[in-house]
């Protein structure tokens, strides 16, 4: 009995491909795949200069150098940006501010776009949110030396990406600075210890 059932189902798989070749069974599976995409059009490609593809909203594009609302520069020049650069793009040269020692700004601020990977390490490296990435790649020139980006250039991309800017902080106690407190009743830090009544 188990031998007719076999040989059945051997000639009934026989007869299931041999109808599959008649119909052309792939061709009509291909055709029906071909067809809905037809029917169900999107287009694949942009038409680039004239349609922009939609950015999200952590897209890593150019690099910009921030402002606070009332248009002081947030970097302070703490050089966190250019040690955590892989392929060292960044230079910065700090200073202190004049009339306030503690405090300090970034002088002159460089980039090199053209070794730059986008990836982002300087913007989290950074204590301040002075560096933020853009949307923007439409950077194509003619000579690379135009890549090579200064300060003024950076923060007139965060102008011009980021309009809305951050308020400052204001500081609570006038002897509080940026990374620094200091109290005007602390003894200075070369005095004698001060003796406690009782000790010989």
């Given amino acids: 009995m188990g031998a007719v059932s076999h040989r059945r189902s051997s000639w009934t798989s026989r007869l299931v491909e041999w109808l599959k070749t008649l119909t052309f069974y792939e061709i009509a599976l291909g055709m029906k795949a071909t067809l809905t ?48 650069c892989p392929s060292r793009v960044i230079t910065v040269v700090s200073a202190e501010v004049p009339g ?6 970034a002088k002159e601020y460089y980039m090199d776009m053209t070794r730059c990977l986008f990836c982002g390490m300087c913007v989290q490296a ?37 309009p809305i800017r951050e308020k400052r902080l204001e500081l609570q106690h006038p002897n509080v600075a940026f990374f620094n407190v200091a109290f005007p009743d602390s003894p200075p830090r070369d005095a004698a210890p001060l003796r406690t009544s009782g000790t010989g």
């Avoid at 680039?48 to 520069?73: F, I, Q, S, V």
């Avoid at 306030?100 to 700004?105: A, D, H, L, N, T």
């Avoid at 204590?127 to 933020?132: C, G, N, R, S, Y």
């Fill in 37 to 84: 995409h037809l029917l169900r059009y999107r287009p694949v490609t942009i038409q680039y200069p004239h349609e922009k593809r939609l950015l999200p909203d952590n897209y890593r594009g150019m690099l910009a150098l921030l402002r606070y609302d009332d248009g002081t520069e947030k970097c302070v020049g703490c050089d966190l940006c250019e040690a955590a």
């Fill in 126 to 162: 950074c204590p301040v949110d002075a560096l933020a990435m853009t949307r923007e790649y439409e950077w194509s020139v003619y000579d690379k030396r135009h890549l090579f980006l200064n300060k003024e250039q950076l923060l007139a991309i965060g102008d011009r990406n980021f």
């Fill in 100 to 105: 306030e020692p503690i405090k300090r700004y």
